[in-house]
């Protein structure tokens, strides 16, 4: 979606246009879905939380200034921050970098493809990175945002963000070793 | 550029130059064409980049979902307690096609002067008038005449 189409589109959300709503929501959802999903490792409150995202999109849009990012940094920035309230009400999870347990999703490898079981292994060394290593990996590498977007989404400088991302690099470098070699 | 700025570069961004920061993109290229011994550094990168990309998530749709949780206006409230969402869909709009109609006969009901109990009165006064008139005096004539 060009830039100046999808500016005219938040307007008319401004204004209470669901149908312009409604495109934006099919434009970006699937994007926002795939980073809070990989955040969270759970459907259901990655669903609540894209939901919930967009909701604030909704009553928030007159405040969207385009100059100062686009609207998919502006979303990423809801969702992200919704993610880390959910780290902080969840008691066994807390957004610092210390690493946590990947969860289990139950994946059956019996019933898996080759291809599948490798993404499966590396959904839980990603899973397993701490949560700010994980935001910066996922933003720049699965996002698509750019080093200062990502930066300014974690709050952190751009100097900050490298030092995450080479740490969660490497650390799915050793995770992943065995996949990476054959 | 040198070696070691290359290697910090790529070990945060991985080998795919579009993700590489756009002010030093054109600096990190022009460096890896030159040096031999940055091509391990860059396979090295490319490798973990191809498994990373295993990692797909299915497709969702969650519009309709989102389209329903949005905060509704008042007409919209008023429309959904008129006519309940689990009533059958088809007699919604024949519904409120009649709410103009509803809408006219709690007005005509509530205000004195489109009551027409006012019309019956004045007949019922004019008719009274008449009657107490002596023969012919109403319109000049004899009715009976």
Redesign the interface.
């Known amino acids: 979606m060009q830039a100046v189409d999808e500016q005219a589109l938040v307007r008319r959300v401004a204004a209470?246009d669901?149908a312009a709503?409604?495109l934006l929501?099919?434009a970006h959802?699937?994007a926002l879905?795939?980073y809070v999903?990989?955040m969270l490792a759970d459907a259901d409150r990655a669903?609540d939380i894209?939901?919930e995202t967009?909701?604030r999109f909704?009553?928030r849009a007159s405040r969207y200034d385009p100059s100062a990012a686009r609207l998919s940094t502006w979303l990423h920035h809801i969702a992200h921050n919704l993610c880390v309230d959910s780290f902080r009400r969840n008691a066994r999870m807390s957004y610092t970098d210390e690493p946590i347990e990947a969860e289990d999703a139950g994946a059956n490898p019996e019933t898996q493809s080759l291809?599948e079981q490798?993404?499966e292994r590396?959904?839980r060394a990603?899973a397993a990175l701490p949560e700010r290593q994980r935001s910066a990996l996922l933003m720049?590498?699965?996002q698509?945002l750019?080093?200062k977007e990502a930066a300014s989404i974690i709050d952190v400088s751009?100097d900050a963000l490298?030092?995450l991302?080479?740490r969660a690099?490497?650390r799915?470098?050793q995770e992943?070793s065995r996949?990476?070699e054959s | 550029m040198n070696r070691d700025e290359a290697k910090a570069l790529l070990d945060a961004y991985g080998a795919d130059a579009e993700k590489w920061p756009a002010e030093r993109r054109q600096a990190l290229a022009l460096f890896l064409d030159g040096d031999d011994a940055a091509a391990d550094i860059l396979k090295e990168a490319r490798q973990l980049d191809q498994v990373l990309a295993t990692y797909e998530l299915p497709g969702v749709d969650l519009a309709d979902q989102i389209l329903d949780a949005l905060p509704q206006s008042g007409l919209e409230r008023l429309l959904n307690w008129l006519m309940p969402v689990p009533a059958s869909l088809w007699w919604r709009p024949a519904m409120a096609a009649a709410l103009p109609l509803a809408i006219g006969v709690c007005i005509g009901a509530l205000n004195p002067e489109f009551s027409a109990y006012d019309d019956v009165n004045d007949w019922a006064s004019v008719e009274a008038q008449l009657l107490s008139l002596p023969a012919g005096e109403s319109a000049g004539v004899s009715w009976y005449e």
């Open positions: 209470g669901r709503f409604r929501v099919e959802q699937r879905w795939a999903m990989r669903n894209v939901q967009f909701l909704w009553t291809d490798l993404g590396v959904r990603v720049c590498h699965y698509g750019s080093n751009v490298e030092s991302l080479a690099r490497r799915l470098k992943l996949e990476i």
